[in-house]
Antibody, heavy 120, light 109 residues
């Protein structure tokens, strides 16, 4: 079955750019939507954005000015860049496959998540 | 508006039935999906669409919807069902496209 794995630095300095990659295994990245979601310690889930395998994107308006999601179909990977980070961006970052339909959407499967701490 | 509202905490006696609710304007147009998250683990999809369970999810989990409220029902709650539960939907306002509820902490007594 499809599995997702996040990778990237666990510590980022304030004002720098957070960069994460999600590797998809057990299936093709093509013909699906792929998303990033984060969860600050002790808090709820926040959708960051998604990308279609063709490259079209949609971002959470609250993060849109700082977020870029890209896809590399040759590597079966998609990536997240979040610029000008602050301590408020400290969170567990998850990647997930998004099923987007006329009746609703759902995320399945999810990666295990990776904790990114913003600190000097 | 782009919000889904959940009760912060709900409790249920072992073996009893519990309903976890999610309210929001977008639920008048779209079905909610539901996720179970245990401490230190990634969320797991338990209900999607009208009332569909992914493979491996016990049939004691079910979903329903009425007006602006979606519900996740656990019939015969087990100790292993103690977790945080999140609802999610598309956003009918068109701005967010994806919206999550704040989560409900379920305690099985």
């Amino acid at each position: 079955q499809v599995q997702l794995q996040e990778s990237g630095p666990g510590l980022v300095k304030p004002s720098e750019t957070l960069s994460l990659t999600c590797t998809v295994s057990g299936g093709s990245i093509s013909s699906y939507y792929w998303s990033w979601i984060r969860q600050p310690p002790g808090k709820g889930l926040e959708w960051i954005g998604y990308i279609y395998y063709s490259g079209s994107t949609n971002y959470n308006p609250s993060l849109k000015s700082r977020v870029t999601i890209s896809v590399d179909t040759s590597k079966n990977q998609f990536s997240l860049k979040l610029s000008s980070v602050t301590a408020a961006d400290t969170a567990v970052y998850y990647c997930a496959r998004l099923a987007r339909h006329a009746v609703g959407n759902w995320f399945d499967p999810w990666g295990q998540g990776t904790l990114v701490t913003v600190s000097s | 508006s782009s919000e889904l509202t959940q009760d912060p905490a709900v409790s249920v006696a072992l073996g009893q039935t519990v309903r976890i609710t999610c309210q929001g304007d977008s639920l008048r147009s779209y079905y909610a999906s539901w996720y179970q998250q245990k401490p230190g683990q990634a969320p797991v999809l338990v209900i999607y669409g009208k009332n569909n369970r992914p493979s491996g999810i016990p049939d004691r989990f079910s979903g329903s919807s009425s007006g602006n409220t979606a519900s996740l029902t656990i019939t015969g709650a087990q100790a292993e069902d103690e977790a945080d539960y999140y609802c999610n939907s598309r956003d009918s306002s068109g701005n967010h496209d994806v919206v999550f509820g704040g989560g409900t902490k379920l305690t099985v007594l």
